[in-house]
């Protein structure tokens, strides 16, 4: 580099930082300035690596000069912080004003019902457990009393990622025979399983093809559908106020026998019919019933030595009854006022 160059860049260095300093108005501009000139990677810090470069006669022209240029400029800046340290600090500023506040959002109700559920059921003696959405279907049906052929294995219902053994899970059900297959030399046991499920319907007011449950089952000796009616009543109780209206009435599940379908009174229009119970007055709310025998001896459990029983509800319609939604697509649909 030839002397003529390097007079031009320390000319240009000395000169903008001069220009620009006036400009500067806050501390946080002060700051943003130092590092353009004298940070690591600075014009000032630039032009002074050029030293190590230079021929000797040449370092002894411009050392001193580079140096005293980076001396002068720090000596610029700490005085101007030091103007404008006394500048902002005679500000009148009322410290105590409160600031804007933020929105910070809150739990999505299907996430705020879960947490409550969990938290009625621990106090029961319940354990929480999880699972694998993506299924074999040994676990999804077998277990459960469903054989190959019934129509609950059907594909218009179930959605397959390879048949025939592979599946999303259609019911949270797929949980309670893996822990009881599991832990079946470790009775008793009471367990909860909140959980995405997955289906081949068509979206509506009350249904989608994503949706969440929540399955409960215990398993012991001298277990009857009197525990489970008991059990299902204080939930809805302490979900809904002790005014809920519940119906029980026997129904078919291959997973249970007995079986035990329970409606709840529609909360919308307090069961004179309407759209969201299609005008029956209740809606239905979950599947129970006692475990079947041949779920407990998949599970290697002796069905004459233990019984048990078992739940399954849609959480959904749960949340719709609780937060007065009207349409299940709205909890998926991306509006901030239920999210």
């Known amino acids: 580099m030839t002397s003529d160059q390097i007079d031009s860049q320390y000319k240009l260095c000395r000169e903008s930082f001069l220009e620009r300093i006036d400009s500067i108005i806050s501390i946080s501009d002060l700051d943003e300035f130092y590092l353009e ?69 809150h739990l999505h109700p299907t996430t705020t019902i879960i947490r409550e559920m969990n938290e009625f059921f621990r ?25 190959e052929g019934h129509p609950a294995t059907d594909l218009q219902d179930s959605l397959f990622v390879k048949e025939p053994q592979y599946l999303m899970r259609t019911h949270t059900s797929s949980v309670e025979t893996r822990i009881l297959s599991e832990y079946h030399d470790k009775l008793p046991l009471r367990v909860v399983v909140p959980g995405k499920c997955y289906r081949n319907e068509t979206n509506s007011a009350t249904n989608t093809s994503f949706f969440y449950q929540y399955q409960g089952f215990v398993v012991d000796r001298g277990i009857t559908i009197q525990h489970l009616k008991d059990t299902l009543t204080k939930f809805h109780q302490f979900l809904f106020g002790d005014d809920v209206k519940l119906r029980f009435r026997y129904k078919y ?25 299609k005008y029956r007055g209740f809606i239905e709310v979950l599947g129970s019933g006692m475990i079947h025998y041949n779920t ?44």
């Open 296 to 339: 407990m001896k998949a599970c290697d459990i002796d069905p004459e030595t233990y019984t048990g029983y078992a739940f399954g509800m849609g959480l959904d319609r749960l949340v719709m009854s609780k937060y007065g939604i009207k349409d299940i697509r709205k909890l998926y649909g991306g509006e901030l006022v239920y999210v």
């Open 37 to 105: 000139y004298l940070g690591r990677k600075g014009t000032t810090t630039n032009l002074l690596k050029l030293i190590k470069e230079m021929l000797p006669e040449d370092k002894k022209q411009y050392g001193p000069i580079f140096n005293k240029l980076r001396t002068n400029q720090e000596e610029i800046i700490n005085s101007k912080r030091e103007e404008l340290n006394q500048t902002q600090g005679n500000i009148d500023i009322d410290l105590t004003i409160p600031g804007a506040i933020l929105p910070t959002g």
């Open 253 to 277: 599940y291959p997973e249970v026998s007995p079986g035990m379908g329970v409606d709840m009174q529609c909360r919308f229009c307090k069961g004179s019919g309407c759209s969201v119970c």
């Open 123 to 147: 106090y029961l003696g319940f354990s929480i457990g999880e699972g694998p959405e993506l299924e074999d279907v040994e676990y999804n049906f077998r277990r459960l009393n469903l054989p």
